[in-house]
């Protein structure tokens, strides 16, 4: 059986951040953002990994032992996607980094939407549009 290609714990459900940021608010996060979406990213991979060693081995004591891992993976998971809600940011794939920050576009609410690697936030989408649906922010218009 595959691994699925990212690790979320199935008890934690990312929030939806109420604040709304304005480009240069969200930017200014960013410091902080990105070392919790580096440990996401790390702590994700280590997940899956760990899930990976589980499914391959049959000996009961080194299953115990990976399947404690894996549990504390997930809890500080859990605990770096909550540090993120509390700044106001959502994590969408922990296995990019890849992070949205509500903003507002002619009146309505869309993502900021920054990943891991990224000097700044580039790009914005409609709520419902997804990362496929990303346009740069020289397009965005936040006085209306």
Known sequence: MAAPQSFVPPRVRPS?????????????TLPLVKRIAADVVRIN??????????????DATAQRHLQKEFEYKAVRMAELIG???????????????LIDFVGRHR???VYLCWKLGE??????????????GRKPVSQLVESE
């Open 45 to 58: 991979d280590e997940a899956l990994k760990l899930r990976d060693a589980m499914e391959l081995t049959t």
């Open 83 to 97: 540090e993120l809600a509390g700044i106001g940011a959502e994590l969408k794939d922990p296995s990019t980094g």
């Open 16 to 28: 939806r951040p109420s604040r709304k940021y304005s480009l240069a608010e969200a930017n200014l």
């Open 107 to 109: 009146g309505r609410d």
């Open 119 to 132: 000097d700044s936030i580039v790009h914005w989408h409609d709520l419902q549009a997804g990362v496929a």
